[in-house]
């Protein structure tokens, strides 16, 4: 009998921090199983690709960064199919499927996969399978997992339309009947509830995905969830291939996270509810599972002793970071403010063909604490290994489609700089990083735990004890003191140490040779798997660094010690977010908290700028700044007020969201009409605010908290249109995307 061919289809992911690639990986990796062949490509690499000619089905896996950029490895793609001299029937033989990433605390919510599919339609091509938009905010799995349990099905029916259509052709040129082009379009499948493709949509999948967390949430303690970074985290190996855990249902019933029974007065029995990470409740704990298929292992790693650890240490990139050393440090907030916030600068001096403009940021490299690297070593129980050299290859016979040792690894590092500077163990396991934890965790109720939190029917109880509240690698490990993961486990699926961004808060006229940029100190509180709280990785690690130099407002005056502390930034153009290039027009900021941070170096610029040139024309300038209380967290008051009396500042409207009451000359004021946060200013003004902007071409710019503030000012400005222009919600809406089309509407937000 001749042997069976498979049928091959295309994968192409645009990837940022590693989510859709993946996703895309996981695919390729379980099409084997469908008995299909997929071809595993990264959108910029054309040379492994061809469109022009590709008759396969290609389903592309995109995520957006920035301000709905399209993710640094598929810039290229996108440009390339936005060029306007492609034809409308360019890509009229192309069927394909996409899966969108991205997170609706942003504005411009999958931007990139909307902007493949709206010009992928345009050149012709045709849908096999309804578009998904995923959403970070509430969990990609709500939208990622059915859209990829339904992609098979689409997959095989698209190919056997193509197939059919081949046929008929062929017949067709046998029998000599003129039949003209086939239709090679392939019919939609029908997955409307997975399009979700704006907020109102966005709610709906919050519904539901809290109705499948209630159980959870209902027989837990309310531990409190703390938002994390989670762009730079990969995501969960797809559950649509998975399989049944091998746990019976009896084997299951035995675990300790059974409730405990206590007699009431009555005589009643009644269930004490002890649910936490490391314990579950029925019906999850008496359930069968369908947990992801165990991600194949890839890498080869092992350690070898060296006579030079200087050799093998790691080096940084030379050629786009810069040491500088710390040359101030100012505590910006008082001591009982519920936040402390840091202004540092930086001695630039030593590297003078480094510029920034107001508005652009910088990207700080810390590394990791090292007492939670030490914990890592001893986890390991490699502490008497730290500086052997670490070497990595490829294992031979891995089945992980597109495997590669990762880039970032050294040939010449030891484990110590490797767990101190590449891995972020920081980072919150995955759920594919937790199905591998299954394998290497010898007590059988912590392996069955293991199995819930990666498994379909456990995803609520992940989200609430693993994802929203932030928990790290360790932190997971601490809790299952039976598993013992290989170090290559680490760095196959543990995420690169990014590096953190901040935005520029000067300006080089006013500081020539100097960088300033402003932080809180961020704060993760005590949760289930968490015993003690924590602070931020980058933060905690530089406000452990400044300790020593550290002013306040009140003594500030720069440093006079000899031995100032090192750290190495690398500069991020932002050639958008930047005060107007024509000095008359008009501009309005919002930046509460640290939010205000990069119009300090808006305003430095003006400052100088007017008194270099007396006799131009500049526009009105207008800052809404808010804060807890006016004593407490009113940054860079004094400078601000000094813009103020320079008139580089044409309106300060602040307001204090804490304050009981205000000073004495607004007690007159009735509290319902104190403005508390910035978009209630914003609306004191909206005829101000309206004008500069539709009648006079201004500029707004917001900069601060993604998932609440910004939503919160942008909705709210869109009722301020609507107010003033006497329109509906649509046209105050297309309003608003026309300034953002215009780049007159700009935000620098973070999540």
């Not at 006497?726 to 089309?741: F, H, I, N, S």
Request: proline fraction near 6%.
């Amino acid at each position: 009998m001749p042997c069976e061919v498979k049928l091959r289809f295309v994968v192409l992911y645009g990837s940022q921090k590693g989510q859709a690639e993946s996703l895309a990986e996981g695919i390729a990796e379980v099409a084997e199983e469908h008995g299909l062949v997929a071809e595993l490509s990264c959108l910029n690499h054309n040379e492994k690709y061809n469109l022009e000619k590709e008759t396969a089905p290609v389903v592309f896996i995109v995520s957006t960064t920035g301000d709905g950029e399209p993710p640094d490895n598929a810039l290229q793609f996108v440009k390339r199919i936005k060029k306007k001299t492609l034809t409308t029937d360019h890509y009229k033989h192309l069927c394909y499927a996409l899966l969108a990433l991205g997170d609706t605390n942003y504005a411009n919510f999958c931007n990139c996969g909307k902007t493949i599919e709206r010009r992928l339609q345009e050149l012709g091509a045709k849908q096999f399978y309804a578009t998904g938009y995923a959403d970070d905010g509430v969990g990609l799995e709500v939208v990622v997992d059915p859209w990829i349990e339904g992609l098979w099905k689409a997959i095989k029916g698209a190919l056997s339309k193509m197939a059919s259509d081949k046929a008929d052709l062929l017949k067709g040129e046998a029998g000599k009947s003129p039949k003209g082009t086939p239709n090679l379009s392939i019919p939609h499948v029908q997955l409307n509830l997975l399009r979700i493709t704006d907020h109102q949509n966005c709610d709906s999948i919050k519904a539901s995905a809290e109705t499948v967390s209630k159980c959870a949430t209902a027989a837990s303690s309310s531990a409190p969830a703390t938002q994390t970074a989670v762009s730079d985290l990969r995501p969960a190996f797809p559950a649509g291939s998975s399989v049944l855990a091998s746990q019976s249902r009896g084997t299951a019933s035995v675990s300790t996270s059974a409730p405990k029974t206590q007699t009431g007065n009555a005589g009643v029995p009644q269930v004490s509810l002890a649910a936490s990470l490391t314990c579950s409740l029925p019906p999850l704990s008496e359930s069968p599972l369908n947990v992801p298929a165990l991600p194949p292992a890839y890498l080869d790693v092992s350690l070898q002793e060296v006579d030079s650890v200087e050799q093998i240490v790691g080096l940084l990139n030379k050629e786009t970071l810069h040491a500088a050393p710390i040359s101030r440090a100012v505590q910006l907030t008082r001591g009982d403010s519920v936040k402390v916030a840091v202004l540092l600068e930086l001695d630039m001096s030593a590297h003078p063909m480094v510029t920034y403009h107001p508005g652009d940021s910088f990207d700080v490299f810390c590394p990791n604490k090292a007492t939670e690297v030490e914990d890592m070593l001893h986890r390991l129980g490699l502490q008497d290994q730290r500086n052997h050299q670490v070497h990595i290859s490829l294992l031979k016979d891995t089945k992980k489609k597109g495997a590669q040792v990762p880039s970032y690894m050294s040939k010449n590092i030891s484990l110590l700089y490797l767990l101190t500077r590449c891995l972020e163990i920081r980072s919150v396991p995955k759920k594919a990083f937790v199905r591998a934890l299954v394998e290497h965790t010898g007590d059988c109720v912590q392996k069955r735990r293991l199995q819930e939190l990666c498994s379909r029917q456990g995803s609520a109880d992940y989200n609430l004890y693993v994802r929203d509240s932030g928990l790290s690698v360790l932190e997971l490990l601490a809790a299952f003191p039976s598993c013992s993961p290989p170090l290559s486990l680490l760095i196959e699926h543990l995420p690169k140490l990014q590096p953190r961004p901040y935005s520029a808060a000067s300006s080089c006229l006013r500081h020539p040779g100097k960088l300033h940029f402003v932080f809180n100190v961020v704060e993760f509180p005590a949760c289930s798997g968490r015993p003690a709280g924590r602070l931020g990785l980058c933060t905690g690690w530089l406000f452990d660094l400044i300790n020593p130099v550290l002013v306040f407002p009140e003594n500030d005056e720069s440093s006079s010690s000899p031995a100032l502390p090192k750290i190495h930034v690398s500069l991020r153009p932002n050639c958008s977010f930047r005060p107007p290039a024509d000095p008359s027009a008009p501009f309005i900021m919002v930046g509460p908290g640290t939010g205000v941070a990069p119009f300090i170096g808006f305003l430095q610029q003006r400052e100088q700028e007017r008194k270099e040139k007396p006799e131009a024309i500049f526009g009105e300038t207008w800052l809404f700044f808010g804060c807890r209380h006016r004593d407490g967290d009113y940054l860079f008051r004094e400078e601000l007020e000094g813009f103020v009396s320079s008139g580089t500042l044409s309106q300060l409207k602040v307001c204090f969201s804490r304050d009981e009451q205000e000073e004495e000359e607004e007690a007159t004021t009735s509290a319902a009409a104190r403005p508390r946060y910035v978009q209630h200013n914003l609306l004191l003004n909206s005829r101000h605010v309206t004008d500069i902007l539709l009648k006079h071409n201004g500029y707004f710019y917001v900069c601060g908290d993604a998932k609440n503030m910004a939503k919160d000012v942008n909705n709210t400005l869109m009722e301020m249109i609507q107010t003033e222009l006497q329109v509906d919600q649509l046209d105050a809406m297309k309003t608003l995307a026309g300034l953002r089309e215009e780049k007159r509407y700009l935000q620098d937000i973070w999540g």
